[in-house]
């Protein structure tokens, strides 16, 4: 059994490209910042440079750039042309501005209960909570996993994305690719999703650990 590997939580601080504390500054809510990020990405979409863009439209290279960081306000007949030459309707631009972000509450207890194919080795899965087609572009599901005495080891899951368990209660061998780690109350295990995992070694029963699945949006 292969021991896993032990990093000090500093050791990764280095390399976070977002502060996880950062505020959100209040230019996000500006419209001309949305509007400046849907050029940027149809720009970039249809791999187009700005001087590309700058050709098509007639503007300076200068406005553009002033344009997609959100530091200018343009006019109907500049949104028009950007309109035209990147193929979109003008509402397009407005889009990130109008957008309704969501948020999903769900009280204890109040889980969906799930099937999936831990379900058929007596593992429960309690959803907590679902967000479908969003603006980031990620799906996250979110369960709360029992395990009981009815429960089978099943440590042959494979799914795209990533997957963060953080373990509430109880003791198990939790299987990634060939290494086994024991998990225990306050263990957290990140892992590749594709690579074959599950609960191996049931040590210590009732487990309850929560699951975090995160995965591209389809589309």
Known sequence: MAKPEK????????GLQ???????????????????KEVRAHRRQQKMTVFALAE?????????????????????????????????PMTAFLRGYEETRTAVLTKAGEGVQTERRGARAGHQYNLLGH?????????????LITLTEISDTFPTF????I????VLEGKVGYRHGNDIYVLEPGDTL????????????????????LSIIAYAQAG
């Open 7 to 14: 990093r000090s939580p500093r050791a990764g601080r280095k």
């Open 18 to 36: 977002q502060d996880p504390h950062k505020v959100a500054s209040i230019r996000e809510n500006v419209l001309e910042v949305a509007i400046g």
């Open 56 to 88: 098509a439209t007639g503007l300076s290279i200068g406005m553009l750039s002033k344009i997609e960081n959100g530091n200018t306000s343009p006019s109907l007949s500049t949104l028009q042309a950007l309109s035209h030459a990147l193929s979109v």
């Open 131 to 143: 967000i479908g087609s969003n603006s980031s572009g990620v799906v996250v599901e979110p369960y």
């Open 158 to 161: 494979q799914h795209d994305g």
């Open 163 to 166: 997957e963060t368990i953080y």
């Open 190 to 209: 990140f892992f590749d999703a594709d690579a074959p995992h599950g609960p191996e070694q049931l040590i210590e029963l009732p487990t309850r650990y």
